[in-house]
Antibody, heavy 117, light 113 residues
Framework: QVQLVQSGDEVKAPGASVKVSCKTS????????VSWVRRAPGQGLEWVGW????????KYTQRLQGRVTLTTDKSTSTAYMELRGLTSGDTAVYYC??????????WGQGTLVTVSS | DVVLTQSPLSQSVTLGQPASISCRSS???????????LSWFQQRPGQSPRRLIY???NRDSGVPDKFSGGGSGTDFTLKISRVEAEDVGVYYC??????????FGQGTKLEIK
């Protein structure tokens, strides 16, 4: 079955960077893109960005443009999200999702990123 | 940017009673291919989001038929015919029509009365 397994929770200092991984299985990795979504405490879901697993083409929300980079490793069917210049406003649970036909069919279990001094 | 407005933002429902959530878009969600890319997600406490409905009214595999989606253009609705304890959580609508900018509604918190 389709699975997306994310890396463990992270605690980072303000100004630092974080890189979260999302290992996929159960389907051909390059068949579907991967989107990333976050949920800050007490807030709703916010789309972060999308990557084509075939071409590496990326799209990002304007709010994070310049601070976020999505990449993939086809050899391990893994997607990555790196976020730089962390602030307390980036504290959130980050999810990867299998992007199918302009929707999110399956989700990872989530990675809590806490930004704290 | 497309804005999705959900109502109500919070709903308290008696077990066995129906529930309905509205999602209104600031722009039409009909894509150039004629399809409407409006999805609904459920997020139970402490869990990842789970998709319930895609393209307005298509139920995902394993989703009970008590969940139904409908609507067109800019107005959409998620209905739960009989609320059970396991339905507690936050429900979100999301549009993919205006990709590459995906947008979620603010979320509707469903509680048991």
């Amino acid at each position: 079955q389709v699975q997306l397994v994310q890396s463990g929770d992270e605690v980072k200092a303000p100004g630092a960077s974080v890189k979260v991984s999302c290992k996929t299985s159960g389907y051909p990795f390059t068949k579907n893109g991967v989107s990333w979504v976050r949920r800050a405490p007490g807030q709703g879901l916010e789309w972060v960005g999308w990557i084509s697993t075939r071409s590496g083409n990326t799209k990002y929300t304007q709010r994070l443009q310049g601070r976020v980079t999505l990449t993939t490793d086809k050899s391990t069917s893994t997607a990555y999200m790196e976020l730089r210049g962390l602030t307390s406003g980036d504290t959130a649970v980050y999810y990867c999702a299998k992007d199918v036909d302009y929707s999110f069919e399956s989700w990872g279990q989530g990675t809590l990123v806490t930004v704290s001094s | 940017d497309v804005v999705l407005t959900q109502s109500p933002l919070s709903q308290s429902v008696t077990l066995g009673q129906p529930a309905s959530i509205s999602c209104r878009s600031s722009q039409s969600l009909v894509y150039s291919d004629g399809k409407t890319y409006l999805s609904w997600f459920q997020q139970r406490p402490g869990q990842s989001p789970r998709r319930l409905i895609y393209k307005v009214s298509n139920r995902d595999s394993g989703v009970p038929d008590k969940f139904s989606g409908g609507g067109s253009g800019t107005d959409f609705t998620l209905k739960i015919s009989r609320v059970e304890a396991e339905d507690v959580g936050v429900y979100y609508c999301m549009q993919g029509t205006h990709w590459p900018l995906y947008t979620f509604g603010q979320g509707t918190k469903l509680e048991i009365k």
